[in-house]
């Protein structure tokens, strides 16, 4: 694969959760939230040059957006200061490009798709980024180029993240289905069409989270590793596992584990 000089980002946010929040995994506290993402996104150069589709995910999405077009208001001003809000964040960082409101419809892997609609409608050919806000970071320069190159270590590789779980967990008893995590996917537009035509799998699932975690993230990476590619992580990054091949790392949910666990949903 050759490699990219752009790289689109699409960035999820769910509307209610506050701009500087706190993620507890097991007693690990992660510093993350769309504000706090944003800020460090301005603070570090990321190596690569990209653009943010900002999709916002809500339970009245598209009314909203077309109030707002209308100039109309709403009697629920915390949504409309919300609103008000991220158009802001929008505003004030050249490198968004587009701010997108969207029910909730498929959670993290609906937006994910819907970003991937819009990339394949504009023709677009360069790497694509999957991520949410309960990343803690960026931390460092080079924060994207370090996946980018990663990425394209293996001409076969599908999908690289922070971390890959060895087994869907949400199974008793649990399964072995090796998966890279979806708050952070880094690929490329030739393996997402190579794979997914037509859109993203689990994207129409409502509220079942466990389905949406075994179709979706799950999916996403079976479908990558039985396609021929192969899958990997931060955690290891001179590793990278293909269908059929013995797993040699540690198995479980990484980021519940004491030696990886300081690196939890860090960029």
């Not at 706090?36 to 009245?60: A, C, E, H, P």
Request: aromatic share 14%; charged share 25%.
């Amino acid at each position: 694969m050759k490699m990219s000089k752009n790289a689109k980002i699409i960035l999820n946010e769910w509307e209610g959760y506050p701009f500087f929040r706190e993620k507890d995994l097991d007693g690990n506290i992660v510093e993350c939230g769309i504000g706090r993402l944003i800020q460090n996104i301005r603070k570090f150069d990321s190596g690569v040059n990209f653009q943010i589709y900002l999709i916002v995910n809500t339970m009245w999405g598209r009314k909203k957006y077309i109030l707002h077009k209308l100039g109309l208001s709403r009697s629920d001003e915390a949504h409309l200061k919300k609103w008000n809000d991220f158009l802001q964040i929008k505003e004030e960082n050249s490198f968004i490009e587009e701010l997108i409101y969207r029910n909730n419809i498929g959670q993290d892997l609906g937006a994910y798709n819907c970003g991937y609609q819009i990339l394949k409608k504009s023709g677009y050919q360069g790497d694509v980024v999957f991520m949410n806000s309960s990343l803690n970071g960026p931390l460092s320069d080079g924060w994207l180029k370090k996946y980018q190159d990663q990425f394209y270590s293996h001409p076969k590789m599908g999908l690289t993240g922070i971390s890959i779980n060895s087994h869907n967990s949400n199974l008793n008893p649990n399964k072995f289905d090796p998966h890279v995590q979806s708050f952070f996917l880094y690929t490329n537009m030739d393996v997402l069409k190579n794979i997914f035509p037509r859109r993203l799998p689990g994207i129409n699932i409502t509220y079942q989270k466990k389905d949406i975690i075994d179709q979706g993230e799950i999916g996403i990476s079976r479908k990558v590793l039985n396609e021929g590619y192969g899958l990997s992580c931060r955690f290891f990054d001179d590793y990278v596992y293909f269908k059929g091949d013995p797993f040699s790392k540690p198995e479980g949910d990484l980021r519940y584990k004491g030696p990886f666990a300081h690196q939890a949903n860090k960029l």
